[in-house]
T-cell receptor
Framework: SQELEQSPQSLIVQEGKNLTINCTSS?????LYWYKQKYGEGLIFLMM?????EEKSHEKITAKLDEKKQQSSLHITASQPSHAGIYLC????????????FGQGTTLQVKP | NAGVTQTPKFQVLKTGQSMTLQCAQD?????MSWYRQDPGMGLRLIHY???????DQGEVPNGYNVSRSTTEDFPLRLLSAAPSQTSVYFC??????????????FGEGSWLTVV
């Protein structure tokens, strides 16, 4: 089983709709990263959360880390075709080593 | 500033061949790591380094070697390629991690097929 569980594994939404992707850990998250990947390309950094209750936004994407630091959500408002791709959450388990553990990814399709 | 550069982008190997995936960063980052990405499994850590001369194993190190002779470079060596090593490989780097919360930068990936 994955240390980080993402849900849903895939998502198809109509353009303009809102959506949420969740990332859940059984252990405390010292840092939680969200990346986006287009098929066949590298990872694009979206946001990084460290503090319990922290929330960050960039354009139409908002990420939150819950107070217990065991779950994060990524919310996209008014989705566009450009939001399509694979969203990955990565967790820092501590130890100050630059290592991340990743969830299995959520594939998002946005229908025009 | 090129960021994290990986080469080659695509490679086909025969079983038993050896090769090296190159990774270089020009941001003077201490931390570098290699991941492999397989369908339905996200990214898994192969090896990582916290500075020149220091390397350690990640989740899936078998069949791979690394070295870190300089801050800039972190090559990944496949000693005797196997079909199970067919994957997409990503190199990543960052400044001091953890409390400082610095961004981890990824290369564009190397697509490796072992036949």
């Amino acid at each position: 089983s994955q240390e980080l569980e993402q849900s849903p594994q895939s998502l198809i939404v109509q353009e303009g709709k809102n959506l949420t992707i969740n990332c859940t850990s059984s252990k405390t998250l010292y840092g939680l990263y969200w990346y986006k990947q287009k098929y066949g390309e590298g990872l694009i950094f979206l946001m990084m959360l460290q503090k319990g209750g922290e929330e960050k936004s960039h354009e139409k994407i908002t990420a939150k880390l819950d107070e217990k630091k065991q779950q994060s959500s990524l919310h996209i408002t008014a989705s566009q075709p450009s939001h399509a791709g694979i969203y990955l959450c990565g967790a820092d388990r501590g130890g100050n080593t630059g290592k991340l553990i990743f969830g299995q990814g959520t594939t998002l399709q946005v229908k025009p | 500033n090129a960021g994290v550069t990986q080469t080659p982008k695509f490679q086909v190997l025969k079983t038993g061949q050896s090769m090296t995936l190159q990774c270089a960063q020009d941001m003077n980052h201490e931390y570098m790591s290699w991941y492999r990405q397989d369908p339905g499994m996200g990214l898994r850590l192969i090896h990582y380094s916290v500075g020149a001369g220091i390397t350690d194993q990640g989740e899936v190190p078998n069949g791979y070697n690394v070295s870190r002779s300089t801050t800039e470079d972190f090559p990944l060596r496949l000693l005797s390629a196997a079909p199970s090593q067919t994957s997409v490989y990503f190199c990543a780097s960052s400044y001091e991690h953890g409390l400082s919360g610095n961004t981890i930068y990824f290369g564009e990936g190397s697509w490796l097929t072992v036949v």
